[in-house]
Nanobody, 117 residues
Framework: VQLQASGGGLVQAGGSRRLSCAASGRTFSSYIMGWFRQAPGKEREFVARINWGGGSTYYADSVKGRFTISRDNTKNTMYLQMNSLKPEDTAVYFC???????????WGQGTLVTVSS
């Protein structure tokens, strides 16, 4: 499966942004999907994941209550709605796909989100 993340940009603190991850290739609905991010000078970290049908989601504590992950299997697309953004949310955001939980084999190219204070 090929993944392409989009939607990044510059946003003010307190604002919102929605990221998209478009998938092509094998059946999108067969993958667990996740969002990760990597801030400048830091290691990549988990942000959120969603199961095959979208009925189960899981978030990192740092984004819980502010970010919402979702997917539309009819459009082969996953989303990350980010609200109440903080400067510490500034990072390159990556989408990834897994066939087995926590084993993400396929990665998108990343999209940069910059939150200004």
């Amino acid at each position: 499966v090929q993944l392409q993340a989009s939607g990044g940009g510059l946003v003010q603190a307190g604002g919102s942004r929605r990221l998209s991850c478009a998938a092509s290739g094998r059946t999108f609905s067969s993958y667990i999907m996740g969002w990760f991010r990597q801030a400048p000078g830091k290691e990549r970290e988990f942000v959120a994941r969603i199961n095959w049908g979208g009925g189960s989601t899981y978030y990192a504590d740092s984004v819980k209550g502010r970010f919402t992950i979702s997917r539309d299997n009819t459009k082969n697309t996953m989303y990350l709605q980010m609200n109440s953004l903080k400067p510490e949310d500034t990072a390159v955001y990556f989408c990834a796909a897994a066939t087995v939980a926590s084993q993400y084999r396929y990665w998108g190219q990343g999209t940069l989100v910059t939150v200004s204070s």
